[in-house]
Nanobody
Framework: QVQLVESGGGSVQAGGSLRLSCVAS?????MGWFRQAPGKEREGVAA???????RYADSMMGRFTISLDNAKNTLYLQMNSLKPEDTAMYYC?????????????????WGQGTQVTVSS
């Protein structure tokens, strides 16, 4: 059973930066970050697998970077140039299958979420 523990959320002003972390226990192959704002569907932000392949949502506009430290079994999301529309609950997700990508239903394991709030 995979367990995911997220940290790093908080409140920042527009243009600021945050780095989210997700420590995973158990085997994972594909991992990703998703976000969900109130009244909205969950959407993919970025994904990575153990082979180093990455995917980003077009709406992130090159501002976010996903990385995976295999030795520490920890996933990161570096978020720069944050905008108010980035405000959401951010979730770490993992699966033991390849190429889960940015589709939420493809992931079997989820963290509790960490809130990111960006003010203008």
């Amino acid at each position: 059973q995979v367990q995911l523990v997220e940290s790093g959320g908080g409140s920042v002003q527009a243009g600021g930066s945050l780095r989210l972390s997700c420590v995973a226990s158990g085997y994972t192959y594909s991992m990703g970050w998703f976000r969900q704002a109130p009244g909205k569907e969950r959407e993919g932000v970025a994904a990575i697998d153990r082979a180093g392949r990455t995917r980003y949502a077009d709406s992130m506009m090159g501002r976010f970077t996903i990385s995976l430290d295999n030795a520490k079994n920890t996933l990161y999301l570096q978020m720069n140039s944050l905008k108010p529309e980035d405000t959401a609950m951010y979730y770490c997700a993992a699966d033991n299958r390849a190429r889960a990508g940015l589709v939420p239903y493809a992931y079997d394991y989820w963290g509790q979420g960490t809130q990111v709030t960006v003010s203008s």
